[in-house]
């Protein structure tokens, strides 16, 4: 257990619904950081927030918005989903004084 | 804008022998660089990592990587590679604290008995 959270495990929706990943982070971590992985593009930022403020944006689409909480969790929000939607999610959470980050285990979104 | 290479996306080794995993990047400042593994249906878990100091970093699982500046590389090794080894392995770099990682495209590795 790598302390970050993330659920649900799997989702499989419709083209065109709208749904949310949630991401609790390590405790102690005020960073959270969203990543997309799916066979053609590999792993992809999608977006950074630090202690609620949104600190780096990526490869994110305008369909997909993001917040962090007072509590630190995290909620990724995915609308209008198309079939190319369908990937992996991860979240990962860090500390600024540190290098890199702890991953949670992903959530596995499936659009038919 | 910093990126990464991970030459070969896919690398066959037998039971026992030299696991080399390579990786290239390229960053405007001095870069910070790790590799991570993703066993099947997980997330990623951090092996090692270069920041300052020590350009021989010692990992987890047997692994090491040498980060040579001049080479702007940071290639991945294990002298014996174990079954439990196979994997997908993503080398990334930063140029800051609590900056987003850059990854690779990832290199699958299988062992063969």
């Known amino acids: 257990d790598s302390g970050v959270t993330q659920t649900p495990k799997h989702l499989i929706t419709a083209t065109g619904q709208r749904v949310t990943l949630r991401c609790s982070p390590r405790?102690?971590?005020?960073?959270v950081y969203w990543y997309q992985q799916s066979l053609d593009q590999g792993l992809q930022f999608l977006i950074q927030?630090?202690?609620?403020?949104?600190?780096a944006k990526g490869n994110i689409l305008e369909r997909f918005s993001a917040q962090q909480f007072p509590d630190l969790h995290s909620e990724l929000n995915l609308s209008s989903l198309e079939l190319g939607d369908s990937a992996l999610y991860f979240c990962?959470?860090?500390?600024?004084?540190?290098?890199?980050?702890?991953f949670g285990s992903g959530t596995r979104l499936t659009v038919v | 804008a910093q990126s990464v290479t991970q030459l070969g996306s896919h690398v066959s080794v037998s039971e026992g022998a030299l696991v080399l995993l390579r990786c290239n990047y390229s960053?405007?400042?001095?870069?910070?660089l790790f590799w991570y593994v993703q066993y099947p249906n997980q997330g990623l878990q951090l092996l090692l990592k270069?920041?300052?100091?020590?350009?021989l970093v010692k990992g987890i699982n047997g692994f090491e990587a040498e980060f040579k500046k001049s080479e702007t590389s940071f290639h991945l090794t294990k002298p014996s590679a174990h079954m439990s080894d196979a994997a997908e392995y993503f080398c990334?770099?930063?140029?800051?604290?609590?900056?987003?990682?850059?990854f690779g495209g990832g290199t699958r590795v299988l062992v063969k008995p």
């Open positions: 927030y630090y202690n609620g403020e949104e600190r």
């Open positions: 270069y920041t300052t100091g020590a350009t």
């Open positions: 960053s405007s400042v001095p870069p910070y």
């Open positions: 990962a959470s860090g500390r600024e004084v540190n290098y890199g980050y702890t």
């Open positions: 405790s102690g971590d005020l960073s």
């Open positions: 990334a770099v930063t140029k800051a604290a609590g900056n987003k990682l850059t």
